[in-house]
């Protein structure tokens, strides 16, 4: 069965202390493994797609990374702005749904 | 681009109610998909079209209907509306062909009592 498990399920971060988020996919064949921020109240926000181990695509203080059973979100010297729920998503090769983890929420304090 | 488009925003229904949330999209999408985020239990899937005059069951998709009868819009109804119901909808809309990322919606938020 495809399934996707995120940690750790709340993290606080003071402004400057970087980390990194992990996702943990069960797929039968992987077409993508999408990285998403939702603010609260609003829909999710695309940020990454990572398509083959040793993957990595970076924007701005965010880097993700990709390999055979994991992804992380790694963030450098986070800022408030970046505090959000950040959603790891994977797709299979054969099927067109996708499948969530349950998210990360991130805090990071001034 | 408006992109994805939902509405309403928010809606509170009695139970046994009917109704009708509204998507749609302007990036010539194939792919539109309706999920539902309760807390802590992330977005589950109701139901998927892959075209116009085609649509497919998700994982949770009991009390919903849709129908996609051109590639913009993909509505889904909620009959006999129950508190179980409760909860936010999201539309996304993603290309049939790579990249594959999905796009969302603001969002409906309803409430069933």
């Known amino acids: 069965e495809d399934q996707v498990t995120q940690s750790p399920e709340a993290l606080r971060l003071q402004e400057g202390e970087s980390s990194s988020l992990n996702c943990s996919y069960t797929?039968?064949?992987?077409?993508?493994l999408f990285w998403y921020r939702q603010d609260p109240g609003k829909g999710p926000e695309f940020l990454f797609t990572?398509?083959?181990a040793g993957e990595e695509k970076e924007k701005e203080r965010l880097k993700a990374t990709l390999t055979k059973k994991e992804s992380f979100l790694h963030i450098t010297a986070p800022k408030p702005e970046d505090s959000a729920t950040y959603l790891c998503?994977?797709?299979?090769?054969?099927?067109?749904?996708?499948?969530f983890g349950t998210g990360t929420s991130l805090t990071v304090i001034p | 681009n408006a992109g994805v488009t939902q509405t309403p925003k928010f809606r509170i229904l009695k139970i046994g109610q009917s109704m009708t949330l509204q998507c749609a999209q302007d990036?010539?999408?194939?792919?539109m998909y309706w999920y539902r985020q309760d807390p802590g239990m992330g977005l589950k899937l109701i139901y998927y079209s892959v075209g116009a005059g085609i649509t497919d069951k998700g994982e949770v998709p009991n009390g919903y209907n849709v129908s996609r009868s051109t590639t913009e819009d993909f509505p889904l109804r909620l009959e006999l509306a129950a508190p179980s119901q409760t909860s936010v909808y999201f539309c996304a809309s993603s290309a049939s062909h790579g990249p594959y990322e999905q796009y969302f919606g603001p969002g409906t938020r309803l409430t069933v009592t």
């Open positions: 998503a994977v797709q299979a090769l054969t099927g067109n749904q996708f499948y």
């Open positions: 990036m010539n999408h194939n792919y």
């Open positions: 990572l398509y083959s």
């Open positions: 797929v039968s064949g992987l077409r993508g």
